[in-house]
């Protein structure tokens, strides 16, 4: 079966959303959830779509993490091994080249992919992201083979996918909560159990978002306003810098190993979601059941 014209450039544009990195994934779900009465065609590959630009954001941005940390441990490694490390540019510029290369070379795959597949979708042909599409056709039942009828998608699977993926994108801070809030809002035809799931992913991240942004801003507050009465009170004034350096540590602490373990939550109810339980947030899971009861 031949895909439209306009499922073709729907299933493009669900692609090439990733290049916006993150702030994209709205996209890819809200063309799904316009697309429900629509072909198996433009359901799975803007679901998939959805599926990577959620989990493989998280891959990759763990991924960063994980060679930042590898630096700074070469960096000790180097300083032990290597005499007069500090005053070597020569080996402190090449194992930095090789990091950032690193780096940049996982940005690049993670866009090219997406890529290759906005063009083959446009072409009208299927295609199956590496590790997560074959999976995901299995799962809802589509058929890849050239020239094969797909039946019709598991609409309990295509629902369950896309709650976990709402869930998995509370990493991206603001954007993240878009895509669930899209979800929620946006489409009659949806089931009452994904509006549930969505609605507490939407209200859960709005939470979180405002725990980071708030504890970054006190924070900055409290250390630009404990140097503005230093210059205004000089010398006497000392231990007011200290206390607001203090404090902006303390709470810069927070923002580095609370709020992450709240990343840790969300990404936990992607997993169970997607594994078919009915996951509730602690304390908020109840308080938005009893609203959708009400």
């Known amino acids: ?28 779900a809200a063309l799904w959830s316009e697309s429900r009465k629509k072909s198996a065609f433009v359901r799975f590959q803007t679901l998939q779509a959805f599926g990577y630009q959620s989990i493989g954001y ?18 000790i490694v180097i300083a032990m091994l290597v005499p007069d490390a500090a005053q070597n540019e020569t080996v402190i510029a090449i194992f930095s080249i090789v990091i950032m290369v690193m780096i940049f070379g996982a940005m690049g795959l993670y ?15 299927d295609f199956c992201y590496p590790l997560l599409g074959g999976r ?23 629902e369950r996918f896309a709650a976990a993926m709402g869930h998995f994108a509370v990493i991206l ?29 939407t209200i859960y991240q709005v939470v979180v978002t405002v725990l980071h942004f708030g504890l970054v801003f006190v924070s900055t507050f409290f250390a630009f306003g404990s140097m503005v009465l230093f210059a205004a009170l000089a010398e006497s004034s000392e231990m007011v810098v200290i206390v607001g350096l203090m404090a902006m540590t303390c709470l810069l602490g927070c923002t580095g190993l609370i709020v992450p373990l709240f990343h ?4 936990w109810a992607g997993l169970q979601t997607l594994r078919g339980r009915d996951f509730k947030y602690p304390l908020l899971g109840g308080w938005v059941t009893k609203w959708f009861t009400n």
């Open 1 to 28: 079966m031949n895909p439209s014209t306009q499922d073709r450039i729907f299933a493009a544009i669900a692609h090439l959303a990733a290049l916006a990195f993150g702030s994209g994934v709205v996209v890819p």
């Open 58 to 75: 998280t891959i990759w941005l763990l991924g960063v993490l994980l060679l930042l940390v590898l630096f700074y441990i070469g960096l």
């Open 173 to 201: 801070p603001i954007w993240g909560l878009l895509a669930p809030a899209w979800l929620w809002i946006s489409h009659k035809s949806h089931s009452p159990w994904l509006k549930f799931q969505s609605a507490q992913t």
């Open 111 to 125: 866009l090219l992919v997406p890529v290759i597949g906005a063009v083959l979708c446009g072409l009208g042909k």
């Open 136 to 158: 995901l056709a299995r799962s809802l039942g589509y058929q890849l083979e050239a020239g094969a009828d797909s039946p019709e998608l598991d609409p309990a699977f295509e």
């Open 264 to 267: 840790i939550l969300g990404q």
